[in-house]
């Protein structure tokens, strides 16, 4: 059996890694929000590169500089299209959505934070949309506000509305929670953060392989994407912003490619994207990103959307035997939104997160346990934290049943 719409099978066929065992097991991974696993076009263009284009870019005037330029900017290109930019300058590229949000923390919240002023975010913020805005605002004499959420995983946007003020100066926000997978409604809440003249930041490490994008549309401000969250390698990021935004901005770092003319005296600062782009840049990887982008848009971002609802809601109806079985307590989840990413966390009555794992593990079956970097939210439903999974185009619903079984391995009582 495997879901409708898209041919998971030819799919799985693109992903070398899966077709392991761990543990005696075939792998099961079900970890795709900590890092999706790469199709084999990613991992033969990072190979080419190294092969046979490698040369550093936008300095030399040979041949291989001139193809990896191209390479690199093509990317930019179709990371542009990715999320519907105005133009390709207004991408940045970073090492991922936490360096994304520093930038924008150390850049734009130094040049515009002062005290009084005030940050808003979500209880439901990854560690990395928390940390930069105390940093900032603490050295700024800023205030980091927090609005709460309800007991189901979703905003509480009646305290949003009411929190928002002129005091406000940009609202930080995750689109989609690598907690509880649910979906903010970001558009909404743009809408109200622009009425009080603050700007929007949204955290899409969740969001990038799983949600349509267009910033012109949802006229966003800043945008963070991790590469490898989207079957992309790792330490690749971009940042969206828009070209005002980044021209008024003072630069995050100094070196090289970023200056127009450098003397002892004065510095002028290259044009966007560059003035963002210090140094060598992570060159292969962003070359191989484009080739993520490409699987992506093959299957169609929507249809992808479909298959992983219905693995999630496959699991979720697993979940209801389990508990007609066992009783409902024996499993509580966290995260219960109408609308949500396929991202499920959950707790079995009486065991560790740990240890639920570890047992998982044991049958090849990987999720991530913990806290997921998201130690306020885990605090808001007094636990220490959960089991996670997490569902990517090539998962099936057989693997779901392996993971179901084991669950009620373990909650089986013992005689
Ligand atoms: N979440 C998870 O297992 P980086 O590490 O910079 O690519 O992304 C950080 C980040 C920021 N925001 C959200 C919503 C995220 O989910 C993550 C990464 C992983 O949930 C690793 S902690």
Same mark, same amino acid.
């Given at each position: 059996m495997s879901v409708t719409t898209l041919d998971i099978n030819s799919i799985r066929n693109q992903f070398p890694i899966l077709h392991q065992k761990v543990n005696g097991n075939p792998l099961i991974y079900l970890d795709n929000a900590a890092t999706t696993q790469k199709p084999i076009r990613v991992i033969k263009a990072l190979e080419d590169y190294? +092969? /046979? !284009?490698?040369?550093?870019i936008?300095?030399?005037? !040979?041949?291989? &500089? =001139?193809?990896?330029?191209g390479f690199f900017e093509d990317t930019r290109k179709s990371v542009q299209q990715f999320i519907n930019a105005a133009e390709a300058a207004e991408c940045i590229f970073t090492k991922g959505v936490t360096e994304s949000i520093n930038l924008v923390a150390q850049t734009w919240g130094r040049k515009y934070l002062q005290a009084g002023d005030e940050v808003l975010i979500t209880y439901m913020e990854h560690h990395s949309n928390i940390v930069p805005w105390q940093l900032i605002c603490e050295? +700024? $004499? &800023?205030? %980091?506000?927090?609005?709460?959420? !309800?007991?189901?995983?979703? /905003?509480?946007?009646?305290?949003? @509305?009411? #929190?928002?003020?002129v005091r406000t100066k940009?609202?930080?926000?995750?689109?989609?929670?690598?907690?509880? $997978?649910?979906?903010?409604?970001?558009?909404? #809440?743009?809408?109200?953060?622009? +009425?009080v003249g603050a700007v929007f930041l949204a955290d899409g490490a969740q969001a990038g392989s799983h949600l349509p994008i267009d910033v012109q549309q949802l006229d966003i401000d800043f945008l963070a994407l991790s590469g490898h969250k989207l079957y992309g390698p790792t330490g690749v990021g971009v940042l969206y912003a828009k070209r005002k935004l980044l021209e008024a901005?003072?630069? @995050?770092?100094?070196?090289?490619?970023?200056?127009?003319?450098?003397?002892?005296?004065?510095?002028?600062?290259?044009?966007?994207?560059f003035k963002f782009e210090a140094g060598t840049p992570n060159i292969g990887d962003v070359i191989a990103f484009k080739y993520a982008l490409d699987f992506v848009n093959e299957l169609v971002k929507q249809a992808i959307m479909v298959c992983e609802m219905q693995? /999630?809601?496959?699991?979720?109806k697993g979940v209801i035997q389990l508990q007609e079985q066992f009783g409902e =307590?024996?499993?509580?989840? @966290?995260?219960?939104?109408? =609308?949500?990413?396929?991202?499920?966390?959950?707790? %079995?009555?009486g065991k560790h997160p740990f240890d639920t794992g570890l047992m998982l593990d044991a049958r090849g079956i990987a999720v991530r346990t913990g806290h997921h970097c998201t130690q306020p939210l885990m605090q808001f439903f007094g636990i220490e934290g959960t089991v996670r999974v997490s569902f990517a185009i090539y998962n099936t619903f057989e693997e779901i049943d392996s993971l179901l079984e084991v669950l009620g391995k373990l909650l089986k009582p013992r005689n």
């Amino acid at each position: 059996m495997s879901v409708t719409t898209l041919d998971i099978n030819s799919i799985r066929n693109q992903f070398p890694i899966l077709h392991q065992k761990v543990n005696g097991n075939p792998l099961i991974y079900l970890d795709n929000a900590a890092t999706t696993q790469k199709p084999i076009r990613v991992i033969k263009a990072l190979e080419d590169y190294y +092969k /046979l !284009h490698n040369a550093n870019i936008h300095r030399g005037a !040979h041949t291989l &500089a =001139d193809r990896s330029t191209g390479f690199f900017e093509d990317t930019r290109k179709s990371v542009q299209q990715f999320i519907n930019a105005a133009e390709a300058a207004e991408c940045i590229f970073t090492k991922g959505v936490t360096e994304s949000i520093n930038l924008v923390a150390q850049t734009w919240g130094r040049k515009y934070l002062q005290a009084g002023d005030e940050v808003l975010i979500t209880y439901m913020e990854h560690h990395s949309n928390i940390v930069p805005w105390q940093l900032i605002c603490e050295e +700024k $004499g &800023a205030s %980091l506000k927090v609005f709460p959420i !309800h007991a189901n995983g979703t /905003l509480n946007l009646e305290a949003y @509305y009411q #929190m928002l003020s002129v005091r406000t100066k940009l609202v930080a926000c995750v689109w989609a929670s690598n907690a509880l $997978g649910t979906i903010n409604p970001i558009e909404e #809440m743009i809408k109200a953060a622009h +009425k009080v003249g603050a700007v929007f930041l949204a955290d899409g490490a969740q969001a990038g392989s799983h949600l349509p994008i267009d910033v012109q549309q949802l006229d966003i401000d800043f945008l963070a994407l991790s590469g490898h969250k989207l079957y992309g390698p790792t330490g690749v990021g971009v940042l969206y912003a828009k070209r005002k935004l980044l021209e008024a901005m003072p630069p @995050y770092q100094g070196g090289g490619e970023m200056i127009k003319e450098v003397s002892f005296e004065k510095t002028t600062f290259n044009e966007i994207p560059f003035k963002f782009e210090a140094g060598t840049p992570n060159i292969g990887d962003v070359i191989a990103f484009k080739y993520a982008l490409d699987f992506v848009n093959e299957l169609v971002k929507q249809a992808i959307m479909v298959c992983e609802m219905q693995l /999630l809601n496959y699991f979720l109806k697993g979940v209801i035997q389990l508990q007609e079985q066992f009783g409902e =307590d024996c499993i509580t989840l @966290y995260g219960t939104a109408e =609308d949500k990413v396929a991202v499920q966390s959950f707790l %079995l009555k009486g065991k560790h997160p740990f240890d639920t794992g570890l047992m998982l593990d044991a049958r090849g079956i990987a999720v991530r346990t913990g806290h997921h970097c998201t130690q306020p939210l885990m605090q808001f439903f007094g636990i220490e934290g959960t089991v996670r999974v997490s569902f990517a185009i090539y998962n099936t619903f057989e693997e779901i049943d392996s993971l179901l079984e084991v669950l009620g391995k373990l909650l089986k009582p013992r005689n």
